[in-house]
């Protein structure tokens, strides 16, 4: 976490994108020790009392932003904002729920429709995670087949094909921010996700993916684009930059065999 002596009214963007991410992520584990919650019931509770913490930090000190938060009610205004935080306060809301480790909080900013600044917070991992993009993690070193991070629940065909083509491993993981963070981290090389997902659930893990240097995409090759009107963004590709040309290929190629 940023110095205690900092002011988050004092804060750049990514400063206090990670600072509100950590913190976030901080009430939801007090939430989760509370045990007045378990099962979905925790996952509720969780994703409204980090949402409220997040709405009300980011409407107090970045008044004229636009805010887009997969739990609050959408509204028109931030279309007409360069500035748009994006906020997912509970990724992997049924992995929070059963005290798994793979779940994450989401704090964004995309200006101009483009993922610039982000921090992905991992509080369920042994001391807490936070991956920022104004800090990008060391890199690592492997040489073995890539590791291509999956749904555990509904893995996309699109990536179980690719895995076999490129002879790779499948690695079942919750949510969208803990398996891009597997990616940024070293831990994977490839995340490959087609099964339907919302501008929350990648915005903030695509600017720390991009400030790694990793490539992200739509699985057609098209660029992610943020603060539209309609929200859904179903696809995206996380990878390695030297695997990208070959993976884009393989799903052209998967596609246009279906």
Partial sequence: MDAPHINPADMDDAQLAAHLAEVAGQILL????SEVFEGK??????????NQYLVHALRHLRPDDGLLSEESKDTQDRLGKSRVWIVDPVDGTREYGEARSDWAVHVGLAIDGEATIGAVALPGLENGVTLRSDRPAASSTYDGPPRLVVSRT???????????????????MGSAGAKAMAVVRGEAEIYLHSGGQ??????????VARAQGLHCSRIDGSPLLYNRKDTYLPDLLICKPELADD??????EIHAEA
């Fill in 30 to 33: 007090q939430v989760r020790r």
């Fill in 41 to 50: 019931a925790l996952g509720k509770a969780g994703d409204q009392t980090a």
């Fill in 154 to 172: 509904r893995p996309a065909k699109e990536a179980v094909e690719v895995a076999k083509r490129l002879n790779g491993e499948l690695l079942p």
């Fill in 198 to 207: 919302y501008e929350w659930d990648s915005c903030a893990p695509v600017a």
């Fill in 247 to 252: 993976v884009l290929d393989l799903v052209r």
